[in-house]
């Protein structure tokens, strides 16, 4: 995807993981939207406990952020690798 959305002259990489409602991305870019660095957390020991933040005042994002295909972000890849993703849909109830 691009590093600044927007800006075509820069490609990032951007690997996703989303677990309604919480999501991680790991990318090569220095910042990205704002988002807060988990690498902040990295210099305590092993053994140490951390609280890290979660901002439940943040604008909320769509489902297909940031990911989506617009005027102003592309996806590159290819193959099976774009059809490997998991979409989840809730089970009918039974009654």
Known sequence: MLKV?????EIGMFSLLKYFPIAFMVTDCEKY???RELTTFCNRDIDDEVQIPID?????????WPE????????????????????????????
């Open 56 to 64: 439940v005042t943040a604008p909320l994002k769509g489902y297909n």
């Open 33 to 35: 939207e704002g988002l």
């Open 68 to 95: 989506i295909v617009d005027d102003d972000n592309f996806l590159m890849g290819g193959g099976q690798f774009l059809e490997g993703g998991i979409f989840a849909v809730p089970k009918n109830k039974k009654q």
């Open 5 to 9: 959305r927007g800006n075509f002259k």
